[in-house]
């Protein structure tokens, strides 16, 4: 049976605030990206979704973003490479230790916003994120794009990386995200991201807007936490993956039966 | 040759901010209580003071405080025990990582301000402190008054504890410190606060105000790195010592070369 | 034909966050009470508000409460007199330009959360609040409890009180708010809610919850923004109250019209 | 006698910290730019510094900059136009009930760090200013570069500008601030430095590095409160003055007179 890991991004309220609904999430993803207290976050939602993962036997990674609470991770603020290396061990840092503090681990490291961003389209950003999760825990793997500038530097930093694709975003000919506000962006309707998905799992490819299959392992597939419908997306496009023969597991777990 | 500890807070900058002469302390002292980002401290001044120390000899402690950096985390916030743990271990990862990143490593905690002075008056917040640091890393040391709370709070959970005194503090008849703005708070003349350390040493005992002798190992002498004359007066305790025939050494490395 | 004013909490988002039902809110209510940045609210919100409460002919108080985002203004931090006095002035002036800037005007000032409690049972407190409003703008009205220190403090000052009663919360004996978690404290249902709200400004008294009646004259009911239905719970009441043949409208628009 | 004004950066500390020496410069300037509490500052030192320029004659302006008190308001923060303009409304309106409150008043506006040089760059931001200024208070001046956009930009709008210079920097042919970093940005000599000052107010012109002269009333003279030894020059430069025939003078006092 072929398995197939979910991601979502969770834990991104801050007090009293919400934006995503992590218990239900997690009942449908099988690795959790959790915001670390910068861009959203703090200890007390982490150590619960830490919990809660556990106990569901879902994998948790390190979503690191930058310091802007109030840009929720989504200003591209200059930061040197230099200092998004320490934002990025930092983060991970005290995510760990929250993992740990509830009974679980860090997986994986996935960036978040304008910092994902950043480091998918410069390789010295890329490098930047690099460096830091191999100085911190060189275990970890680096969940990204195929395409873009962190699985190559990973890569040739001796980082295992895993390929994710996005189930509701559609792609340039290079292989990235197209831009958000640009047509083709976003696949609204849950069936046909269902069908892309699947479509590209079993092309072993991402396939662009323009019809191009760019090969591809894909290890991973991210249904964003944030958006409307959310919840109703990933259940709809777990049962059709399961349907389709795939069970929903972490990649993480995956990597450890093989090992 | 008998060995003493010399800490003292440091990295309690923030971005452009300064409060603490950092790299003039760290030749002075031997244990570097570090600001861990939420009272003070951001990854900048975390890496660099953790690069220098190792540089230096200095073993480096997490310094953990409120998440107030206006109040510098001397206000008391009525966070819950179980929120504090979660903040003590958010705040120790965030540290561990950022001692790796700099090829360190984090040998102990000290609680900061406000948090500190309520774990030494509370045993509730005592144990919550101890439960964050053992779930997240059990080997490490805890720093603090030898009768306060934290300290029989730690030798309950297994945790080591090493035994500081102040030398610019006076002592209630409780082995506590007389708070700030009481008479006989403040030791400010540096050839009477290093008479004092050395009788404490030598008597092994805290001396109080009343002159009653508290027995008690002393393992580090604090000299406080955020008063003016910070420098100097920690410059001329440690002359002194070094005269009373006492090496400067981390407590941490002892205990290492006893292992 | 009787008014009554109508309040509420709002603009308690920050960044992408958000917590109340602003829009449907501002379809109800007759005054908004305008967070200010420090325990939520930032500029883009504060703008809209002003813009759709002008828009509606709604009144915006505004909702001061201590710089703490992270509890939500609920954790009673242990400011100085002198300090809240100077937080309420920062806050009330950036809310005023806020205004301004969006063709609006603040009428009022409610203050938010833990400093709300602190400042209705405690003088000194409640004489800071006073001071600050009156420094900055002596012709803002307080809206506050009758029976709390808010109200004769700004009576003492000569500012103008206005005595609100809270739809969903029950009262001690000496017409306080029973504190959440104690039996009474909250109303749920909101049919026994309205009936409470009527029969109130019916006698001209708080009803206790051992059914005393404290004389008042009543010139709002807060319904609260922030509990689960509070939409259907302001709305409910909104339409008992017309039934019961009162207009809903601020009261400062009656105070302009008095005047 | 001739009158000029000596601008300079002030209360930009926040809690415990400070970087400007804010009593020893209102000794020398005549005008106190104040930060208002998003890059730096806060509702105390806000307070004590519009009491202290009360008390010793010095005019206050606001000094609004981005939400960032990590980079001290000097990293470039994608925000819009529309943004820039709610945040310079909020911060101003902070500012003057902070002035209000202390028995001072806001007399002009001028954008600090980032922000300014983006305001000075780029006609859009300098409109989002100005738009911002004049809802919340068209009577105030904007303190701005004469060769800058935001001169024009008050121009065009009815809001008075004042037009400063800078005594420590270098000035390009277009006659805007040789950025920092580039050679001749910092004049570091301050009997230079105060030479330049007295021949650019002789020439009613600002001199550029290249010699070239740019025609443009001088009304003040900005001395850089975060610099090493800013006091000490900013006291020379007074000094100088004085001597070459200067009263050291508020702009905006020298308005009122002519009003």
């Not at 991104?12 to 959203?40: F, K, P, Q, W």
């Not at 930093?157 to 958000?180: C, K, M, N, Q």
């Amino acid at each position: 049976m072929r398995s197939i890991d979910l991601n979502s991004d969770l834990a991104e309220g801050y007090g009293a605030y919400r934006i995503t609904e992590d218990e239900a999430l997690l009942e449908v993803i099988s690795s959790a990206n959790m915001a670390c207290g910068l861009h959203a976050g703090d200890p007390e939602i982490m150590a619960r979704i830490c919990r809660l993962a556990k106990a569901k036997g879902v994998a948790v990674g390190a979503h690191p973003g930058f310091p802007d609470l109030w840009g929720f991770g989504r200003r591209r603020i200059p930061f040197s490479a230099a200092e998004i290396e320490r934002l990025i061990a930092y983060q991970l840092g005290a995510a760990q230790a929250m993992a740990v503090y509830a009974g679980h681990r860090i997986s994986y490291v996935k960036t978040h916003g304008a910092l994902g961003n950043m480091a998918e389209e410069d390789r010295e950003v890329a490098n930047a994120v690099i460096r830091a999760v191999k100085a911190v825990d060189a275990s970890l793997a680096i969940l990204a794009g195929p395409y873009g500038e962190q699985a190559p530097a990973a890569a040739a930093s001796g980082l295992r990386t895993v390929a994710e694709i996005y189930a509701d975003r559609g792609y340039t000919e290079e292989g990235r995200l197209i831009p958000r506000g640009q047509p083709g962006a976003m696949i609204l309707d849950p069936d046909l991201a269902a069908d892309r998905v699947i479509a590209m799992i079993d092309a072993k490819a991402i396939v662009t807007a323009g019809r191009t299959q760019l090969p591809t392992r894909i290890d991973s597939v991210c249904v964003h936490g944030d958006s409307p419908h959310a919840v109703e997306t990933a259940r709809l496009l777990r049962r059709r993956l399961e349907q389709a023969g795939f069970a929903i597991a972490p990649f993480s777990a995956a990597a450890r039966d093989a090992a």
